[in-house]
């Protein structure tokens, strides 16, 4: 399968110019006729950072029928691929609740999913709500068993959960989808993940992946990567965050897909911290990089 990470740098509550930004970097990239998945940012045309539910207030979407999902819906049946978005949820039913959410759609516009950020960040918890339910498992169309989560998913809960619980790995690890004693397929993170750099780090060689965040991903997935010493197959984990600047707050953007298999790690593609474009991924091919893990991991 081939899969594609739209990056880009979305600005808070410039949604038009945010969807424009995202049409744009589509139509300059060749985009393969048998690509299966498209995924864009967390509350990729909203921005992220909000600090209030005053402040989001115009730009939630209700449940899977925002100009998100609008968008995912044409998209989806334009490349004739899966699509999945991010964007801040408000229910139709009451009591109205808000979430931090992913939409995605079939090839033929079919709205498959709608995924709620499990695990809330500082960010998040000024307006959104944690669901009931945590992280997804399920069959996603034709696209399989998958394991879908939202940027801090990944980390402990609020945390203060153990660093070694890793639930989002865990739950993967448990699916109900995936056979006992195999590895789950396919992971899936929309994310905007930030990073510890400075905004003039930034635009420094903008090309280059921030490897500390890299590196700090791959270790989040570390029981996937000892259950597979014990056990065939390949899971392959697909990182589609956003770059660039809102309020001072810097984005590593690093999007990447990593293949686990037999004891190892190793990473297809790369975009740039700050760069702004569609990363297309043939998971067929042969990974560009290994990964060194346990103790910390290094590119």
Request: proline share 7%; glycine share 8%; with cysteine.
């Amino acid at each position: 399968m081939k899969v594609a990470l739209l990056q880009f740098a979305p600005e808070v509550g410039k949604v038009g110019e945010n969807i424009r930004r995202a049409d744009e970097i589509l139509q300059k990239t060749r985009i393969p006729t048998d690509l299966g998945w498209l995924i864009l940012p967390e509350m990729a045309f909203s921005g992220y950072n909000f600090h209030s539910l005053e402040e989001i207030k115009p730009y939630l979407e209700p449940t899977t029928a925002g100009v998100s999902t609008q968008w995912a819906i044409q998209v989806a049946k334009h490349y004739s691929c899966h699509v999945t978005v991010g964007y801040p949820e408000i229910t139709t039913t009451e009591p109205k609740t808000q979430y931090n959410s992913t939409v995605t759609i079939s090839p033929t516009g079919t709205i498959l999913v709608n995924y709620r950020k499990s695990f809330l960040y500082y960010t998040d918890e000024t307006w959104a709500s944690e669901p009931t339910s945590t992280f997804y498992t399920g069959i996603l169309g034709d696209l399989g068993p998958v394991t879908h989560g939202i940027c801090m998913d990944i980390n402990p809960h609020r945390f203060l959960a153990p660093w070694a619980a890793y639930e989002f790995a865990t739950a993967a690890l448990n699916s109900p989808h995936i056979s006992p004693g195999t590895l789950p397929p396919l992971i899936c993170v929309s994310m905007a993940w930030l990073c510890h750099l400075s905004p003039e780090e930034l635009v420094q060689e903008p090309n280059n992946p921030d490897v500390a965040t890299i590196a700090y991903w791959v270790e989040r997935f570390q029981p996937l990567v000892e259950k597979s010493k014990e056990v065939e197959g390949v899971t392959y984990v697909v990182l589609a965050n956003r770059s660039g600047v809102e309020k001072g707050v810097c984005y590593a953007g690093s999007s990447t897909v990593m293949k686990i298999e037999a004891g190892g790690v190793s990473l297809f593609q790369t975009a740039g911290k700050s760069e702004e474009k569609c990363l297309v991924v043939d998971l067929n091919e042969r990974p560009l990089l290994m990964v060194k893990t346990g103790g910390g991991a290094e590119l």
